[in-house]
């Protein structure tokens, strides 16, 4: 009975013992576990379900092919988190989405108040609605998008996203800079008609009862 359950449900580690070996219901135990979690990256960084759909296939494939070269040196899940990422910022190269290009210089910012580039900013630190957060970062342009994600979101290093995408170490403090600097411009507006609408509404209230 205890090796009946153990065929039926094995864990991680031997999930992926055997779908080393080719073996097609611990790959699928595999997908089950983690298919979320590889998702919600896809769509943090393109900002598009059906290329999020797409591109979760996609690294799962890569999976298949690579889980071979898998040597337990860090979490499965971490090594599976990095392929993901990979997988993405490949297929967005390929496709030359219209983005900030990398080698962006930081003549804009000589207007705004110096600060340490990819230090935490408190304003989005704060509680902030998390509906109009993902607004905001949805509309980011792609490359800000991309190191956004990377970094606040996924808790990647300057150094390491500058080797995933080919850019300075420089480029991706500038381009987090950035990306915040429009979030705070883009949630500053949502509150404001946030506000708006709660005082027309209250406004409509009081007409509709005199």
């Known amino acids: 009975m205890k090796n009946r359950a153990l065929t039926l449900a094995p864990s991680e580690a031997e999930a992926i013992e055997r779908a080393k070996q080719g073996d097609a219901e611990a790959f699928a135990l595999l997908y089950g576990l983690h298919k979320r979690r590889v998702y919600s990256l896809c769509l943090r960084m393109t900002a598009n379900s059906a290329k999020a759909e797409d591109l979760t296939q996609e690294a799962f494939l890569q999976l298949f092919r690579k889980i071979g070269t898998f040597r337990g040196e860090s979490a499965f899940s971490t090594w599976l988190h ?95 800079h950035k990306a915040r600097m429009k979030l705070r411009e883009s949630l500053k507006t949502s509150r404001a008609e946030k506000a708006a609408t709660k005082h027309w509404g209250e406004m409509k209230y009081e007409l509709c009862g005199v």
Not at 102 to 117: D, F, N
Not at 162 to 172: D, E, L
């Open 82 to 176: 990095r392929l993901a990422v990979n997988v993405v910022l490949m297929q967005l190269r390929k496709k030359s989405l219209p983005g900030v290009p990398l080698e962006e210089t930081l003549e804009s910012e000589e207007k705004t108040p110096k600060k340490e580039l990819g230090a935490q900013d408190p304003v989005l630190s704060g509680a902030i609605d998390r509906l109009w957060l993902q607004r905001a970062v949805d509309a980011l342009p792609p490359g800000y998008r991309r190191i956004f994600v990377l970094h606040d979101v996924e808790g990647y290093e300057h150094n390491e996203i500058a080797a995933m995408v080919g850019c300075s170490i420089g480029n991706s403090k500038s381009q987090l």
